[in-house]
């Protein structure tokens, strides 16, 4: 119980992070509005839910691997998102916006991950 409350913590903290990454980070180096995104709740339930699983992906494939399949799924919902938002910037620097989320996101995930325990998402799978 008390490890399914920290990883919620944590995935909230994560997710709120990448909400206030992309908006303010987006403006400055996309040369996009992205600020709105601050004020879309569900903006940040979609990526409160993707970083809650990351654990899962972690614990289904264990070791580097693991990492790299997170950090790739990071990366591409951020730019899938800004992609679905209209956000028309060079591609090389949507994806690198992403992966310097993704390896902060893949990082601190590790936080959320304690031994067998569960993570939030494996009864949805």
Known sequence: MRQTIARTIVAFLIGVVWVVYTGFAGSIFLDAILWPLLFMPGFYLFTIA???????I???LPGKWGAVLAFGVLTAAHALVLDYLGI??????VVALGGVY?????????VMIRGEGESLCSSAV
Do not use: H, N
């Open 102 to 110: 993704a390896a902060f996101a893949v990082f601190a995930s590790r």
């Open 88 to 93: 028309t910037a060079p591609w090389f620097k």
């Open 58 to 60: 972690r614990r289904q």
């Open 50 to 56: 993707l970083v809650a699983c990351l654990p899962w």
